[in-house]
């Protein structure tokens, strides 16, 4: 049974800096991707960064690159997500998930197949 554990949600004021980490259980790579999503009560989903464990190739949305950053340690079998220069509208609860295909770079939520339950991460002006 795949088991995805995200950590390291809070409460930072603009412009600081936290890592989201996902622990992954039962879970193997096999080709696909993992990635990281985000989501504002009332929005849709929003694809944010993704990486395939193949080749460590990383894919980013517009709204955080250059500012996150994604990572994947194959030992500890557990992804991160290192975000600075945090804005308030970074403001929502993060998730992340597994076995996913990227198809032209989009980030999907809908071609992922597994989901964490998500730590919120709050961001004050």
């Known amino acids: 049974q795949v088991r995805l554990v995200e950590s390291g949600g809070g409460s930072v004021q603009a412009g600081g800096s936290l890592r989201l980490s996902c622990a992954a259980s039962?879970?193997?790579?096999?080709?696909?991707?993992m990635g990281w999503f985000r989501q504002i009560p009332g929005k849709e989903r929003e694809g944010i960064a993704a990486?395939?464990?193949?080749?460590?190739?990383?894919y980013y949305a517009d709204s955080v690159k250059g500012r996150f950053t994604i990572s994947l340690d194959d030992a500890k079998n557990t992804l991160y997500l290192q975000m600075n220069s945090l804005k308030p509208e970074d403001t929502a609860a993060y998730y992340c998930?597994?076995?996913?295909?990227?198809?032209?770079?989009?980030?999907?939520?809908?071609?992922?197949?597994?989901w964490g339950q998500g730590t919120q991460v709050s961001v004050s002006s």
């Open positions: 990486i395939y464990a193949a080749n460590g190739r990383t």
């Open positions: 998930a597994a076995a996913g295909i990227l198809f032209d770079g989009r980030i999907d939520g809908e071609f992922f197949r597994y």
């Open positions: 039962g879970y193997t790579h096999s080709g696909y991707a």
